[in-house]
């Protein structure tokens, strides 16, 4: 649980998972992929972050090592979405543990 929390310790990675709970409140069409569906184009997020795509692919990594997003490739774009389920049970586990 500790690089699961470590995850979540940067102000960038949880911009990510605020915008990907809701994504179509937040980024814009694209042209492949669904935003719901397949995810967020790792473009889309590190432009919203304001930062390289090299800089946001980063953050990307560590959430999706943490098991808290998933990524999909989709031509020659990775898309990221949220792991709703991996997340519940971070939820359960933190409750279950303070």
């Known amino acids: 649980m500790l690089p699961t929390l470590r ?4 102000e960038p990675r949880l911009l990510i998972l605020d915008w990907l ?5 937040h980024f814009p069409p694209q042209v492949d992929g669904d935003l719901v569906e397949d ?3 790792s473009i889309f997020i590190a432009t919203k ?14 959430l999706e090592r943490a098991g808290l997003i998933r990524g999909t ?9 949220r792991d ?3 997340i519940a049970e ?5 409750e279950r543990e303070l």
Not at 7 to 10: D, K, P, V
Not at 21 to 25: G, L
Not at 49 to 62: E, R, W, Y
Request: glycine share 4%; aromatic share 6%; with cysteine.
């Open 21 to 25: 709970k809701d994504p179509v409140a």
């Open 84 to 86: 709703e389920a991996r």
């Open 49 to 62: 972050l304001g930062m390289t795509q090299p800089s946001a692919s980063a953050h990307l990594k560590i």
């Open 7 to 10: 995850a979540l310790a940067s």
């Open 90 to 94: 971070l939820k359960r586990t933190i």
């Open 39 to 41: 995810g967020v184009c």
């Open 73 to 81: 490739k989709i031509k020659q774009w990775v898309f990221y979405r």
